[in-house]
Protein backbone atom coordinates (compact mmCIF):
# COMPACT_ATOMS: atom_id res chain seq x y z
CA UNK A 1 0.00 0.00 0.00
CA UNK A 2 1.04 3.61 -0.53
CA UNK A 3 2.54 5.61 2.41
CA UNK A 4 2.97 9.05 0.32
CA UNK A 5 1.76 12.06 2.89
CA UNK A 6 -0.89 14.16 1.88
CA UNK A 7 -0.06 17.66 2.82
CA UNK A 8 -2.71 20.40 3.73
CA UNK A 9 -3.32 22.49 0.29
CA UNK A 10 -4.85 26.03 0.50
CA UNK A 11 -7.86 25.29 -1.42
CA UNK A 12 -10.58 27.29 0.80
CA UNK A 13 -13.23 25.04 2.84
CA UNK A 14 -14.68 27.58 4.92
CA UNK A 15 -17.97 26.18 3.79
CA UNK A 16 -18.62 22.47 3.42
CA UNK A 17 -22.51 22.23 2.76
CA UNK A 18 -23.90 18.84 3.29
CA UNK A 19 -26.91 18.29 1.08
CA UNK A 20 -29.44 15.29 0.90
CA UNK A 21 -28.59 13.54 -2.39
CA UNK A 22 -32.46 12.38 -2.46
CA UNK A 23 -33.73 15.53 -2.66
CA UNK A 24 -32.87 16.59 -6.88
CA UNK A 25 -33.90 19.65 -5.60
CA UNK A 26 -31.32 20.55 -3.59
CA UNK A 27 -28.99 19.07 -5.85
CA UNK A 28 -29.89 21.35 -8.64
CA UNK A 29 -30.27 24.36 -5.61
CA UNK A 30 -26.49 23.40 -4.58
CA UNK A 31 -25.12 24.60 -7.89
CA UNK A 32 -25.66 28.21 -7.19
CA UNK A 33 -24.60 28.38 -3.62
CA UNK A 34 -21.20 29.80 -2.51
CA UNK A 35 -20.16 27.15 -0.57
CA UNK A 36 -16.82 25.75 -1.27
CA UNK A 37 -17.56 22.32 -0.98
CA UNK A 38 -20.34 19.84 -0.92
CA UNK A 39 -20.87 17.11 0.32
CA UNK A 40 -23.43 15.06 -1.12
CA UNK A 41 -24.99 12.88 1.56
CA UNK A 42 -26.25 9.29 1.41
CA UNK A 43 -25.97 8.76 4.97
CA UNK A 44 -27.79 10.49 7.87
CA UNK A 45 -30.31 12.79 5.71
CA UNK A 46 -31.07 9.96 3.47
CA UNK A 47 -34.05 7.27 4.23
CA UNK A 48 -33.79 3.69 3.93
CA UNK A 49 -35.91 3.00 1.15
CA UNK A 50 -34.32 6.55 -1.15
CA UNK A 51 -30.90 4.81 -0.49
CA UNK A 52 -30.09 3.57 -4.37
CA UNK A 53 -31.84 6.32 -6.10
CA UNK A 54 -30.07 8.91 -3.60
CA UNK A 55 -26.86 7.23 -4.58
CA UNK A 56 -27.46 7.26 -8.25
CA UNK A 57 -28.05 10.65 -7.63
CA UNK A 58 -25.23 11.48 -5.78
CA UNK A 59 -22.64 9.80 -8.74
CA UNK A 60 -24.67 12.11 -11.39
CA UNK A 61 -24.10 15.32 -9.99
CA UNK A 62 -20.38 14.46 -8.75
CA UNK A 63 -19.68 13.24 -12.57
CA UNK A 64 -21.96 16.78 -14.11
CA UNK A 65 -19.15 19.49 -14.27
CA UNK A 66 -22.28 21.88 -13.40
CA UNK A 67 -21.02 22.68 -9.75
CA UNK A 68 -18.22 25.06 -11.41
CA UNK A 69 -15.46 25.88 -8.48
CA UNK A 70 -17.10 23.69 -5.94
CA UNK A 71 -15.09 20.75 -4.38
CA UNK A 72 -17.74 17.65 -4.37
CA UNK A 73 -17.60 14.98 -2.05
CA UNK A 74 -19.66 11.67 -1.48
CA UNK A 75 -20.51 10.75 2.56
CA UNK A 76 -21.50 6.79 1.99
CA UNK A 77 -23.26 4.84 4.13
CA UNK A 78 -20.95 2.43 6.72
CA UNK A 79 -19.53 -0.69 5.37
CA UNK A 80 -21.30 -1.93 8.58
CA UNK A 81 -24.74 -1.29 6.66
CA UNK A 82 -26.34 -3.12 3.58
CA UNK A 83 -24.99 -0.04 1.30
CA UNK A 84 -22.32 0.82 2.58
CA UNK A 85 -19.33 -0.86 0.27
CA UNK A 86 -22.00 -0.13 -2.90
CA UNK A 87 -21.29 3.35 -2.13
CA UNK A 88 -18.06 3.01 -2.16
CA UNK A 89 -18.00 1.23 -5.49
CA UNK A 90 -20.38 3.80 -7.22
CA UNK A 91 -18.28 7.04 -5.50
CA UNK A 92 -15.20 5.41 -6.95
CA UNK A 93 -16.19 6.05 -10.42
CA UNK A 94 -17.89 9.30 -10.09
CA UNK A 95 -15.27 11.84 -9.93
CA UNK A 96 -15.67 13.31 -6.49
CA UNK A 97 -12.73 14.09 -5.24
CA UNK A 98 -13.26 12.04 -2.07
CA UNK A 99 -15.31 9.94 -0.21
CA UNK A 100 -16.70 11.11 3.39
CA UNK A 101 -16.76 7.99 5.73
CA UNK A 102 -18.40 8.33 8.92
CA UNK A 103 -17.54 6.84 12.47
CA UNK A 104 -14.09 6.10 11.45
CA UNK A 105 -12.53 4.44 14.48
CA UNK A 106 -9.26 2.66 13.57
CA UNK A 107 -6.53 2.69 10.97
CA UNK A 108 -8.08 -0.50 9.64
CA UNK A 109 -11.10 0.41 8.94
CA UNK A 110 -9.16 3.25 6.77
CA UNK A 111 -7.21 0.75 4.99
CA UNK A 112 -10.39 -1.49 3.96
CA UNK A 113 -11.92 1.41 2.67
CA UNK A 114 -9.28 2.21 1.15
CA UNK A 115 -8.89 -1.14 -0.39
CA UNK A 116 -12.53 -1.16 -1.89
CA UNK A 117 -11.84 2.06 -3.85
CA UNK A 118 -8.26 0.95 -5.02
CA UNK A 119 -10.09 -2.48 -6.35
CA UNK A 120 -12.60 -0.65 -8.07
CA UNK A 121 -10.34 1.37 -10.35
CA UNK A 122 -10.74 4.58 -8.42
CA UNK A 123 -8.45 7.70 -9.19
CA UNK A 124 -5.62 6.96 -6.89
CA UNK A 125 -6.25 11.05 -6.17
CA UNK A 126 -9.63 10.20 -4.72
CA UNK A 127 -8.52 10.74 -0.90
CA UNK A 128 -11.14 10.50 2.56
CA UNK A 129 -12.98 12.73 4.68
CA UNK A 130 -12.40 10.77 8.09
CA UNK A 131 -15.05 11.66 10.28
CA UNK A 132 -14.42 11.84 14.19
CA UNK A 133 -17.35 11.13 15.89
CA UNK A 134 -16.87 8.33 18.71
CA UNK A 135 -14.76 7.91 21.92
CA UNK A 136 -12.72 5.51 20.08
CA UNK A 137 -11.79 8.00 16.99
CA UNK A 138 -10.81 10.35 19.71
CA UNK A 139 -8.03 8.19 20.78
CA UNK A 140 -7.06 6.93 17.90
CA UNK A 141 -7.21 9.87 16.50
CA UNK A 142 -3.61 10.67 15.53
CA UNK A 143 -3.72 7.41 13.75
CA UNK A 144 -6.69 8.46 11.67
CA UNK A 145 -5.06 11.93 10.62
CA UNK A 146 -1.64 10.17 9.40
CA UNK A 147 -3.41 7.72 6.97
CA UNK A 148 -1.85 8.32 3.90
CA UNK A 149 -5.45 8.47 2.27
CA UNK A 150 -7.00 10.88 4.59
CA UNK A 151 -6.46 14.67 3.20
CA UNK A 152 -9.54 16.08 5.92
CA UNK A 153 -11.13 14.90 9.81
CA UNK A 154 -14.45 15.81 9.68
CA UNK A 155 -15.73 16.57 13.23
CA UNK A 156 -18.93 15.31 13.98
CA UNK A 157 -20.08 16.73 16.98
CA UNK A 158 -23.50 16.01 17.38
CA UNK A 159 -22.76 11.74 17.70
CA UNK A 160 -19.94 12.73 19.46
CA UNK A 161 -22.19 14.67 21.75
CA UNK A 162 -24.22 11.28 22.25
CA UNK A 163 -21.54 9.14 22.78
CA UNK A 164 -19.85 11.38 25.73
CA UNK A 165 -23.22 11.70 26.68
CA UNK A 166 -22.80 15.36 27.10
CA UNK A 167 -25.53 18.11 25.63
CA UNK A 168 -25.33 20.78 22.81
CA UNK A 169 -27.60 23.72 23.71
CA UNK A 170 -28.10 27.33 24.50
CA UNK A 171 -25.41 27.06 27.15
CA UNK A 172 -22.88 26.28 23.90
CA UNK A 173 -20.29 23.06 23.21
CA UNK A 174 -18.03 23.74 25.92
CA UNK A 175 -18.55 20.18 27.46
CA UNK A 176 -16.81 18.96 23.63
CA UNK A 177 -13.97 22.15 23.27
CA UNK A 178 -11.05 19.15 24.90
CA UNK A 179 -11.79 16.45 22.20
CA UNK A 180 -11.99 19.38 19.58
CA UNK A 181 -8.79 20.96 20.46
CA UNK A 182 -7.69 16.85 20.49
CA UNK A 183 -8.44 16.16 17.04
CA UNK A 184 -7.19 19.69 15.92
CA UNK A 185 -3.86 18.87 17.26
CA UNK A 186 -3.71 15.32 15.22
CA UNK A 187 -4.68 17.37 11.75
CA UNK A 188 -1.96 19.75 12.44
CA UNK A 189 0.62 17.07 13.48
CA UNK A 190 0.00 15.57 9.98
CA UNK A 191 -0.32 18.43 8.34
CA UNK A 192 -4.31 17.76 6.97
CA UNK A 193 -7.50 19.52 6.77
CA UNK A 194 -9.71 19.65 9.68
CA UNK A 195 -13.61 21.17 9.65
CA UNK A 196 -15.63 22.03 12.37
CA UNK A 197 -18.76 20.03 13.19
CA UNK A 198 -21.85 21.78 12.47
CA UNK A 199 -24.65 23.60 13.72
CA UNK A 200 -28.00 23.04 14.65
CA UNK A 201 -30.32 25.61 14.92
CA UNK A 202 -30.45 26.91 11.44
CA UNK A 203 -32.85 29.80 13.10
CA UNK A 204 -29.67 31.17 15.43
CA UNK A 205 -27.90 33.41 13.45
CA UNK A 206 -25.81 35.10 16.28
CA UNK A 207 -25.16 31.47 17.91
CA UNK A 208 -24.21 30.11 14.40
CA UNK A 209 -21.98 33.37 13.87
CA UNK A 210 -20.20 32.48 17.35
CA UNK A 211 -19.66 29.76 16.80
CA UNK A 212 -18.30 29.85 13.77
CA UNK A 213 -15.98 32.79 15.34
CA UNK A 214 -14.65 30.10 18.09
CA UNK A 215 -13.86 27.63 15.63
CA UNK A 216 -11.76 29.98 13.26
CA UNK A 217 -10.05 31.29 16.67
CA UNK A 218 -9.36 27.22 17.63
CA UNK A 219 -7.54 26.74 14.66
CA UNK A 220 -10.36 24.92 12.28
CA UNK A 221 -10.25 24.89 8.46
CA UNK A 222 -13.85 25.58 7.84
CA UNK A 223 -17.72 24.34 9.08
CA UNK A 224 -19.87 21.26 7.61
CA UNK A 225 -23.14 22.84 7.39
CA UNK A 226 -26.21 21.93 7.40
CA UNK A 227 -28.74 25.08 5.78
CA UNK A 228 -27.58 26.79 2.48
CA UNK A 229 -28.55 29.78 4.53
CA UNK A 230 -25.17 29.59 6.85
CA UNK A 231 -22.83 29.95 4.10
CA UNK A 232 -22.40 33.26 3.80
CA UNK A 233 -21.45 34.08 7.74
CA UNK A 234 -19.51 31.07 6.81
CA UNK A 235 -17.25 32.46 4.18
CA UNK A 236 -17.15 35.77 5.95
CA UNK A 237 -15.33 34.25 9.05
CA UNK A 238 -12.96 32.10 7.69
CA UNK A 239 -11.78 34.59 4.91
CA UNK A 240 -9.08 37.50 6.04
CA UNK A 241 -10.36 40.51 5.65
CA UNK A 242 -9.14 43.86 4.11
CA UNK A 243 -7.49 44.95 7.18
CA UNK A 244 -6.15 41.98 7.58
CA UNK A 245 -4.46 41.58 4.46
CA UNK A 246 -3.02 44.68 4.44
CA UNK A 247 -1.49 44.13 7.76
CA UNK A 248 0.23 41.37 6.33
CA UNK A 249 1.68 42.74 3.33
CA UNK A 250 3.16 45.86 5.32
CA UNK A 251 4.06 43.33 8.08
CA UNK A 252 6.01 41.14 5.74
CA UNK A 253 7.23 44.47 3.86
CA UNK A 254 8.57 46.17 7.06
CA UNK A 255 10.11 43.04 7.58
CA UNK A 256 12.31 42.00 4.61
CA UNK A 257 13.42 46.08 4.65
CA UNK A 258 15.03 45.00 8.09
CA UNK A 259 16.59 42.17 7.15
CA UNK A 260 17.92 44.06 4.11
CA UNK A 261 19.35 47.04 6.47
CA UNK A 262 20.59 44.33 8.56
CA UNK A 263 19.05 45.05 11.93
CA UNK A 264 19.04 42.61 14.30
CA UNK A 265 15.44 43.90 16.23
CA UNK A 266 12.36 44.48 13.84
CA UNK A 267 9.13 46.12 15.16
CA UNK A 268 5.52 46.59 13.07
CA UNK A 269 2.82 49.25 14.68
CA UNK A 270 4.99 48.88 17.90
CA UNK A 271 5.40 45.16 18.20
CA UNK A 272 8.71 43.25 17.73
CA UNK A 273 8.08 40.81 14.79
CA UNK A 274 9.86 37.83 14.07
CA UNK A 275 10.11 34.81 11.16
CA UNK A 276 6.51 33.21 12.68
CA UNK A 277 5.06 36.49 12.22
CA UNK A 278 6.46 36.56 8.57
CA UNK A 279 4.93 32.74 8.28
CA UNK A 280 1.28 33.90 9.69
CA UNK A 281 1.14 36.66 7.25
CA UNK A 282 2.70 35.16 4.23
CA UNK A 283 -0.34 32.09 4.71
CA UNK A 284 -3.00 34.94 5.31
CA UNK A 285 -2.18 36.31 1.65
CA UNK A 286 -1.95 33.02 0.54
CA UNK A 287 -5.39 32.16 1.68
CA UNK A 288 -6.73 35.69 0.75
CA UNK A 289 -5.11 34.67 -2.96
CA UNK A 290 -6.63 31.31 -3.06
CA UNK A 291 -10.16 32.73 -2.06
CA UNK A 292 -9.93 35.36 -5.05
CA UNK A 293 -9.23 32.78 -7.24
CA UNK A 294 -12.35 31.09 -6.57
CA UNK A 295 -13.94 34.18 -8.21
Known sequence: MASERVTSDLRPRRSVLYMPAANERALEKAKTI??????????????????????????????????GHRELTIRCNGLDTTWGRDDLLAA?????????????????YLDDVSDILDRAGANPDMRIWAMVETPTAIFDVRAIAAHWRVAVLVMGTNDLAREVR??????????????LATALLAARESDKVILDGV??????????????VQGFEMGFDGKTLI?????????????????DVEHARGLIATFEAAVAEGKGVVTYNGRMIENLHVANAQRILAVADAIAALG
Do not use: M
Not at 42 to 67: C, I, Q, T
Not at 100 to 107: L, N, Q, R
Not at 199 to 212: L, T
Open 166 to 179: STLGAAGRHPLLPH
Open 227 to 243: HPGQVEACNEVWAPSEA
Open 92 to 108: SQSGASAVVIPKVASVK
Open 199 to 212: YNDIKDEAGFRAEC
Open 34 to 67: AADAIIFDLEDAVAPDAKEAARANAVAAASSGEY
